[in-house]
């Protein structure tokens, strides 16, 4: 049995190795993820790769700094030729749950920026319908929870807003500084009517439904990459 860690490597691996010199580069967050900026970094030092790259998150800007990956704000960027990042659930049609890291409201503004949108993952992030193993993380203005967790109720879901350790810390906050919750709707038959509920809700900011966004999978299974 391949070593998970291992796996994510190849993908991230797999993944920087698609970037090439002069392109405007998005960077998603997480373990996966956080190979690929390696993997970036690497390339920057030896080959002399240069690109302009925009980060998804505190922890990947922190990462890209000691690395010496040239990083702009993202509100300076208009447009991304890439933007690579992982996943926690990929359907067969290439939509996602993301949001474990509570980084999905800024990975969805990169992702919506860029040409070419690349998901990285092990295989076992693969599922037959979204919903199976996680919750739709949300990212929610604080003064809106009361409202959206009626919303959600009305949509047959469940919100919990997410905690640090139990007893000793508080909410989770976003790198924005919203409250993260998770809404459990359990297996979801149709992902386009969810993301297009969730979308209407003021006070939504983001959630973690990546529905038609992903152009293409690059999943690291024990026997070697699938890309679909
Ligand atoms: O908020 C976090 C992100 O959506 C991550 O990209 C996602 O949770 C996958 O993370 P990992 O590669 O660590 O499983």
């Known amino acids: 049995m391949a070593d998970l860690n291992e796996l994510k490597k190849a993908a991230g691996v797999r993944a920087a190795d698609m970037i090439e010199s002069g392109m405007f580069v998005g960077l998603g967050t997480g373990s996966t993820a ?63 749950i993301k949001g474990r890291g509570a980084a999905h409201l800024l990975e969805k503004i990169v992702a919506s920026m860029a040409d070419n949108y690349i998901i990285i993952a092990d295989s076992g992030k693969k599922v037959q319908k979204l919903g199976e193993k996680f919750a739709v993380p949300l990212e929610i203005l604080p003064g809106a929870i009361g409202a959206i967790t009626y919303k959600v109720s009305k949509l047959g879901g469940t919100l919990a807003v997410r905690m ?21 709707f359990g297996i979801i038959d149709d992902p386009e009517k969810l993301d297009f509920e969730l979308n209407k809700m003021p006070g939504l900011l983001g959630h973690g439904l990546f529905i038609g966004m992903a152009n293409k999978v690059i999943l690291a299974t024990p026997n070697g990459i699938e890309e679909f």
């Open 34 to 96: 956080a190979h690929m900026v390696n993997r970036l970094g690497e390339r920057i030092q030896n080959e002399g790769l240069k690109v302009t790259a925009v980060s998804t998150s505190w922890s990947t800007t922190l990462q890209c700094r000691k690395l010496g990956i040239p990083l702009i704000d993202l509100g300076e960027a208009t447009h991304l030729d890439i933007a690579i990042d992982g996943a926690d659930e990929i359907d067969p049609q290439k939509n996602l």
């Open 164 to 184: 640090g350790a139990p007893g000793k810390d508080g909410p989770v906050i976003s790198d924005s500084g919203n409250l993260i919750a998770d809404a459990k």
